[in-house]
């Protein structure tokens, strides 16, 4: 089916836009009261993820309700873990917890690589419904974690500030580690697949734990993995979102994907420099939005100023956060379209 | 006094040094027993920092115990909002948490500028202890927060991994916020002269925290405070570790201080270019002492490699880990001090 609003690929692939396209990590979430809803409909947050109707209508919400230029399935980077035989739980304000963990050899035997469908099914089946009712109107992002960060939860059971029992295992068991990461790696490329197949029209990979790591630990232990997955997906777009990896841009230029996100620690003019081929994502700080209109307004446009006219998708640095104010989100996108269709208008 | 070992105040000068100094950030702590049996006498932690004599004993306790060349004076960064009026306690697992928290100009108002040793004699005791009792061994550190993080923390309430309440702050009321920041300015700078007279022989400042802002905010909320600090310490070398403001190392070029401390995610080689005039601390990942023996060796001489011989001072890229074993913290000390001293020698 023909795209109503294919922006968001034109700027992707580095085509002409008219304007920015403009969509927000985690819209589909909490901000909206009824995403809060739907969430409360379905009982807990594993429930709406794991339930393809409830997980399609969280979806679509910010397309009607905020206007961005795509839907991203509504979805979490853990349901690999789970899909490979570690599940986890979702503790309210501790986030997710897994109640066994990834330790040796033995543990690492006993995971199986998912299939896809098998395991993963119900995001298929969100992702079909999502597709048929945004009829066209908007691009449907799909997504999984980077291998390093679902590695770093399964060996570490939970979040961490530092990630410490994770980053031991590279150090002193590297090759279980790299065993481990073949696995998710191999595991994710099937998944991205089955997401192909159910109908996304890009991909976008999460490296939010990236930060923890050294420039060689990275290059070894993630950048190679996500390599794997880029050189895999051929079908769509690849967008790679690596939180906190600045470290990491140069390398990045010779990744086989069309898109890097910049977090809001990142230069947009320096990170064009080292990246001259891709399109770059991002990046406002997720903060601005809750200042006074006038701020964000003003903010955005530095933002946009920054990034310059072309192969620009414009986003925040970060998931939006969980109590901004809609209304300074629609400010945010307000603002991205029309500035940026200005200047598109004046550069003719 | 003259110093019997004043290898780091050489390096941290730029002078010749017969090997890299090295010391660890958080070496006072809770990775010996022996501090962890002196804090089970004191009672609590802030029990422990408000009481010179403790405070003093195991400050000594790493000189002793792991033969680092330089001792850092036990003390918290948060005993200058303590001074200015706003108490924290600390929490076990939760770390510190402040009852009542800066939101308004009222609120400000009430602060006062701490003015030493009036609020802080109990520091400048447990400094003037420890200088007598290191009778000259090595040199002592005096430290204090940057005024970012100390404002951080005193909006937030509590440690976060997106501080957004206080960021929050800074887009919606930067007036306030840059009056909330002098203050804290102005009291840190009483503080660290307070902590001059008592003794030490250089001082650090820590911007935990630097790494949750953007840089242009960064250079407007903390940097210009940072550089206030430093241009009033004329005394003693100054060293300035902000942790995750890599996108800040051009401009800390402009820092009237000695040293720039690095996190093990910057690249050594990288801040050279940048802060020519500068000596360089860092940064070993602290996740590299969980490894095996060799390991930590191989991964430590090429840390020394990376900055090469001469402006550098060894350290970790952050506070070491309370579960990191003593024993590798020494493999970590002693590899530095045979290995420099061997490429000092051959450079001959």
Known sequence: MQLQNDLL???????????????????????LKEYRATREKAGSFIQLV?????????????????????????????VIPEAMGLPYVMEEKKGPQFPNTIQSAADIDKLHIAQGEEELGYVAEALRITKRELNGRVPLIGFAGAPFTIFAY????????????????????????????QKITDS?????????????????????????????A????????????????????????????????????????RTIGLDWN??????RKVLPNHTLQGNLDPCVLYAEPQQIVKQTKAMIDSFGI???????????????????????????????????????
């Not at 009607?64 to 853990?78: K, N, R």
């Not at 794997?228 to 997906?233: E, G, K, R, S, Y």
């Open 9 to 31: 690929l034109r700027a992707a692939k580095g085509e002409y836009t008219e304007r920015t396209p403009v969509w927000l990590m985690r819209q589909a979430g909490r901000i």
């Open 50 to 78: 794991t339930n393809p109707e409830l997980a399609a209508e969280v979806t679509i919400q910010p397309v009607d309700l905020l206007c961005v230029d795509a839907a991203i399935i509504f979805s979490d980077i853990l």
């Open 154 to 181: 399964m060996v570490e059971g939970s979040g961490s500030k530092t990630f410490s029992k994770a980053k031991a295992m590279l150090y002193r068991e590297p090759v279980l580690a790299h065993q481990l990461l």
């Open 188 to 216: 994710t490329i099937n998944y991205l697949k089955m997401q192909i197949t159910a109908g996304v029209d890009i991909l976008q990979l999460f490296d939010s734990w990236a930060g923890v790591l050294s420039p060689e």
């Open 218 to 257: 990275y290059s070894e232990f993630s950048l190679a993995y996500i390599s794997q997955i880029c050189d895999a997906i051929t079908e769509v777009p690849v967008t790679v979102f690596a939180k906190g990896a600045f470290f990491a841009l140069p390398e990045m230029a010779n990744l086989n994907c």
């Open 266 to 271: 990142m230069s947009a003019a320096d990170a």
């Open 310 to 348: 072309g192969k620009h998708i414009a986003n925040l640095g970060h998931g939006v956060y969980p109590d901004i104010n809609p209304d300074a989100v629609r400010i945010f996108i307000d603002t991205v379209k029309t500035y940026s269709a200005e200047k598109v208008a004046q550069s003719k």
